[in-house]
């Protein structure tokens, strides 16, 4: 079978370019090693209950904001959003006392500066820089204009040093930082830019989704194979066929052939090119140069199943850190579990009651390192006992935050970078791709474009990881075939 684009992954990145290039009339086929579409959108089953594995919620879905164009684009506004609370969709505890970050970001400002009078003109200089990055978001990337909240002058920059040199009150900054474990808050690497953009478009709006992420999947795979693409599961690539410098095609499972005019790989950019015997167009030195860039932490979710009607639904996430210190990535000194994110799942009806809360904890893939040669299932019991371990860990931190889980945790479940490795494919389980350094700017920003003139990649190691992140690069990526100004004209549109 021939195609004019064949895409490796079924990852939100994957589907979104099926979305796109089937809508610009492209015939695409997307390869999936998984039985279930989505990768970090997926949603597990136990019971009769259904857990989030990486998607836990969105920001700037409001009309006019950053993520609204490109989910209206997507058709996935129709989706069963609910908007989380206005007065503080964030809780950030630190040690004992709980600050909230409001929606907007004049309420934002208003909110945190009843906790910190004498930094409201900070406050307020801070909010106005995250309204014009979180404004500017999109057309950054699409536009080749430079200007003041240009992507690379602000990749350039230290997020750490930046609300050092910003807001002089040490606790506000660790407020400000509270609700940052949506990324990896590495002092010595993290770019400014990552820290503003994902920070910025919370503020704009929150929002859940009733039903999980791979509702999300779900709609992206019916819009393609509407518009006559093929979407195909337990499909996984093996090979990517390269022939005189262009990619021909991909085989997967080992055996099966399909041949393409470009192929778009939303899998990791180092596993992407281990699809690609030794190639004289490939150069050693950008193998190795992709192979050794570091990854960012993964995640360990405790999944909480709750008794039925007994524990209220919070409509914020809480952030917790026991040591006050939301860039010690959560470990305290004597290596224990010192920060959690607990995400509350919407209930299915109009309810009251929850029926489970995610339990999310930064976890290195050093701690994994001597289960990397296991698969699922076959770990052995000391890595069952090191998950029980952690888990307990979580769940004391949870009954401390919520006296109301006290007795009503009927069962949890967990996962660890090591589930994400084996069922996701990310590189050492990592939970948002590949490390940005603002001090190595140019080697660990990636291109879409790789050394193969047809063959591109996409995903949330590129650029920016989230849903908002990876939905931009998704346009990089594709314009790469179609031209950017066709592409925005249909996004405008
Ligand atoms: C724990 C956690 C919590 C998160 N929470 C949020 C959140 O609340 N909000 C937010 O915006 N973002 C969140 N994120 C980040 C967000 O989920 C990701 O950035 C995004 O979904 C990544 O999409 P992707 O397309 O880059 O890749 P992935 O989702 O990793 O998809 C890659 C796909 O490729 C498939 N694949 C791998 N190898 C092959 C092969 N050889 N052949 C065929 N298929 C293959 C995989 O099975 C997978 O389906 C979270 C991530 C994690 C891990």
């Not at 893939?365 to 076959?378: I, L, P, Y």
């Amino acid at each position: 079978m021939k195609y004019d684009v064949i895409i490796i992954g079924s990852g939100l990145g994957g589907l979104e370019c099926g979305y796109i290039l089937s809508k610009q009339g492209y015939n695409v086929c997307i390869l999936e090693k998984n039985p279930q579409l989505g990768g970090c959108l997926q949603t597990f089953r136990r019971g009769k209950m259904n857990f989030d594995t990486g998607f836990h919620y969105v920001g700037g879905l409001d009309e006019g904001q950053s993520l609204y164009r490109l989910f209206r684009y997507f058709q996935l506004l129709n989706l069963p959003w609910q908007r989380m609370d206005e007065n503080g969709f964030a809780e950030i505890i630190l040690k004992d006392k709980s600050y909230f970050f409001a929606s907007g970001y004049e309420h934002f400002t208003e909110t945190l500066s009843r906790d910190f009078p004498h930094q409201d003109r900070q406050l307020k200089r801070y909010a106005l820089f995250l309204k014009n990055v979180g404004e500017n978001t999109l057309n950054n990337f699409t536009s080749q204009k430079e200007n003041e909240f240009s992507v690379t002058s602000l990749f350039e920059r230290s997020a750490y040093s930046f609300l050092q040199q910003t807001i002089d009150d040490p606790l506000l900054r660790n407020v400000l930082s509270g609700a940052s474990l949506t990324m990896e808050l590495c002092a010595e690497k993290l770019p400014l830019y990552v820290f503003a953009q994902i920070n910025s478009s919370f503020i704009q709006s929150a929002w859940r989704l009733k039903g999980g992420g791979s509702l999300i999947a779900r709609e992206l795979a019916q819009s393609i194979r509407r518009m006559g693409g093929s979407v195909l599961t337990n499909a996984k690539v093996t090979q990517i066929v390269e022939q005189n410098g262009l990619v021909t095609g991909v085989q997967y499972n080992g055996e099966e052939q399909v041949e393409g005019k470009y192929v778009i790989s939303d899998i990791h950019p180092a596993l992407t090119l281990a699809l690609i015997p030794e190639s004289r167009y490939i150069r050693k030195i950008y193998r190795k140069r992709i192979t050794d860039l570091p990854n960012t932490c993964g995640m360990f979710t405790t999944h909480l199943q709750l008794k039925p009607n007994k524990v209220a639904y919070r409509n914020r996430n809480i952030y917790l850190y026991k040591n006050q210190n939301p860039w010690d990535c959560g470990y305290s000194s004597d290596g224990k579990t010192s920060a959690a994110l607990f995400s509350y799942q919407p209930p299915e009806s109009d309810g009251v009651f929850t029926d489970n809360i995610d339990v999310l904890t930064p976890m290195h893939w050093a701690e994994m390192a001597q289960w990397a040669d296991t698969s699922v299932g076959k770990r052995g019991k000391d890595y069952t006992d090191f998950k029980n371990r952690k888990a307990e860990e979580c769940i004391g931190l949870a009954l401390e935050t919520i006296p109301e889980l006290n007795n009503n945790i009927e069962r949890f479940y967990t996962s660890t970078p090591l589930t994400y490795r084996d069922y996701t494919g990310t590189w050492e389980g990592s939970a948002y791709g590949m490390q940005k350094d603002y001090n190595h700017l140019l080697s660990t920003l990636l291109s879409v474009q790789t050394q193969l003139p047809n063959l591109f990649l996409t995903g949330q190691n590129l650029n920016l990881h989230g849903i908002l992140g990876v939905s931009i690069t998704s346009f990089l990526s594709c314009a790469k075939i179609t031209g950017m100004e066709t592409l925005i004209k249909d996004l405008n549109q």
